[in-house]
């Protein structure tokens, strides 16, 4: 298991930009993928991005590929989210995610989770 806290939702104008943190502990931090999900009002969580541990390979969901992108710090133990061009249909509650793969993370493998960072994205 891994520990995971998020940081850096808020409130946004559409077409703003904002990065989201996720920090971790516990299990080795390098040897697992990583990712984020996102669960809107009255929707259901759905992947957004995630990153293998080693290679840095990353994977979007088409909603938000071009705009937002994934990163990673091994030697901080962190994960990022940088939100560019966002829309009010990004507004959700954001979840860090380990697991076993970054490749198929949107269908299985995730074994931890964070408690979720809201972002809200005005019009």
């Known amino acids: 298991q891994v520990q995971l806290v998020e940081s850096g939702g808020g409130l946004v104008q559409a077409g703003g930009s904002l990065r989201l943190s996720c920090a971790a502990s516990?299990?080795?931090?390098?040897?697992?993928?990583m990712g984020w999900f996102r669960q809107a009002p009255g929707k259901e969580r759905e992947f957004a991005a995630s990153?293998?541990?080693?290679?840095?390979?990353?994977y979007y969901a088409d909603s938000v590929k071009g705009r937002f992108t994934i990163s990673r710090d091994n030697a901080k133990d962190t994960v990022y989210l940088q939100m560019n061009s966002l829309k009010p249909e990004d507004t959700a509650v954001y979840y860090c995610?380990?697991?076993?793969?970054?490749?198929?993370?949107?269908?299985?493998?995730?074994?931890?989770w964070g408690k979720g960072t809201l972002v809200t994205v005005s019009s």
């Open positions: 990153i293998t541990w080693s290679r840095f390979l990353t």
């Open positions: 516990g299990r080795t931090f390098s040897s697992v993928a």
């Open positions: 995610a380990a697991g076993s793969t970054a490749r198929f993370m949107a269908s299985y493998g995730v074994h931890s």
